[in-house]
């Protein structure tokens, strides 16, 4: 069966650094994927899509990057700040009609002042 | 713009009591989903509908019944509430042209 994997245990940084987070899967071949934030009590907020033809994806302080051989993306946070302090959550969608997306179970990351 | 509103945002049932979760959208989407999420689960697509009319079961739709009149609502009944139903359900939108899905803030449930 399907299955994504993101490290269940908190990623702790100092502000200013890179935090680097990964999503790997099995048994999947994703038509894209995105990674979504978290923040308690609220629901996910879409924050990037990068599709399985593409190698990387960025945003401002945002980079993703999708390799479909490894199966993983990993998602950076350059010059992170304390507000950045949140659970990500990576996505994986299907082709077709109604594009169904399974959610990996998140990493929360905490940056540190 | 509200975006996606859910009401209500907390809710405690008894085992057996039937309720109904309410979902509206002001952003025109087509495409409406419930999922729930749960600790060490991550969310779980409970159902979903891609218009008006059509609705469509998800990984998790045992207890659960949606109906589509509108564009705007999407509500989840509960027939028979279970404790295995504590949880937090969110619905999300999304229009067919992107990926990108609108969360609603969520429904704290708890069955005791």
């Known amino acids: 069966s399907q299955k994504i994997e993101q490290n269940s245990e908190a990623l702790n940084i100092q502000e200013g650094k890179t935090a680097t987070l990964t999503c790997n899967y099995t048994?999947?071949?994703?038509?894209?994927l995105q990674w979504y934030r978290q923040d308690p009590g609220r629901g996910p907020v879409f924050l990037l899509l990068i599709r399985e033809n593409e190698k990387e994806k960025r945003k401002e302080r945002l980079k993703v990057t999708f390799d479909t051989t490894l199966k993983q993306s990993l998602f950076h946070i350059t010059a992170s700040q304390p507000a950045d302090s949140a659970t990500y959550l990576c996505?994986?969608?299907?082709?077709?009609?109604?594009?169904?997306?399974?959610f990996g179970t998140g990493t929360k990351l905490q940056v540190i002042p | 713009n509200a975006g996606v509103t859910q009401t209500p945002k907390f809710q405690v049932l008894k085992t057996g009591q039937s309720m109904t979760l309410q979902c509206a959208q002001d952003m025109n989407h087509e495409y409406m989903s419930w999922y729930r999420q749960d600790p060490g689960m991550g969310l779980r697509l409970i159902h979903y509908s891609v218009g008006a009319g059509i609705t469509d079961q998800g990984e998790v739709p045992n207890g659960y019944n949606v109906s589509r009149s509108t564009t705007e609502d999407f509500p989840l009944r509960l027939l028979s509430a279970a404790p295995s139903q504590t949880s937090v359900y969110f619905c999300a939108t999304y229009p067919p042209s992107s990926h990108e899905q609108y969360f609603g803030p969520g429904t704290r449930l708890t069955v005791t």
């Open positions: 048994n999947y071949s994703p038509a894209y």
């Open positions: 996505a994986l969608g299907d082709s077709g009609g109604y594009q169904k997306v399974t």
